[in-house]
């Protein structure tokens, strides 16, 4: 059974950093593309960046350019997104997703990160 | 960036046919694969669509998907209140190189 579980969501500062990690399980991150997708309180979700299945190629939205990072470690079976210069608009609830434009796309539940004084 | 665009909200009574469009360019649907999204409160979103109008196995074929140019839509037939969630088309954008996620549309059953 395919699972994602994203933790190390918490209330950080403006300005502040945080490394979000999804452990993944029934698969491996060699063999899809991965994403984080993000929802804001009352607002839409949003893709946030990828990583393909060779760890070779990273794709981000705009807003987190030079800010955030996506990176693997396969024998952990784990995918992170290190956030800096983090800003009250990056406040929101980040999603794992495996293979978001294939046919075999799972998400995971998500973790919180408030960006808050 | 460029987004793809969806009505905020759509409705209807149970039994009733909803469409849900989804619009962009020749970037993103124009040229790439159209997936849907359902997100049910509370819920990790769920595949509802892949590549313009493939039913995942376990999605009732009551949801059904096309795509004519730089538009798509997502159809519920016989709507009923389980349906009652927020629906996202998504696409990969070839100039921007990115995943584009619709605006999302509200789906209410009344």
């Known amino acids: 059974e395919v699972q994602l579980v994203e933790s190390g969501g918490e209330l950080v500062q403006p300005g502040g950093s945080l490394r979000l990690s999804c452990v993944v399980s029934g698969f491996s991150l060699t063999d899809h593309w991965m994403s984080w997708v993000r929802q804001a309180p009352g607002k839409g979700l949003e893709w946030v960046a990828n990583m393909n299945e060779h760890g070779s190629q990273t794709y981000y939205v705009d807003s987190v350019k030079g800010r955030f990072t996506i990176s693997r470690d396969i024998a952990k079976n784990s995918l992170f997104l290190q956030m800096n210069s983090l800003r009250g608009e990056d406040t929101a609830v980040y999603h794992c997703?495996?293979?978001?434009?294939?046919?075999?796309?799972?998400w995971g539940q998500g973790t919180l990160v408030t960006v808050s004084s | 960036q460029s987004v793809l665009t969806q009505p905020p909200s759509a409705s209807g009574t149970p039994g009733q046919r909803v469409t849900i469009p989804c619009s962009g360019s020749t970037a993103n649907i124009g040229s790439k694969n159209v997936n849907w999204y359902q997100h049910l409160p509370g819920m990790a979103p769920k595949l509802l669509i892949h590549t313009n109008d493939q039913r995942p196995s376990g999605v009732p074929d009551r949801f059904s998907a096309s795509k004519s140019g730089t538009s798509a839509s997502l159809a519920i037939s016989g709507l009923q209140s389980e349906d009652e969630a927020d629906y996202y088309c998504g696409a990969w954008d070839n100039s921007l190189s990115v995943y584009l996620l619709g605006t999302g549309t509200k789906v209410t059953v009344l």
């Open positions: 997703v495996k293979s978001i434009g294939g046919s075999g796309t799972s």
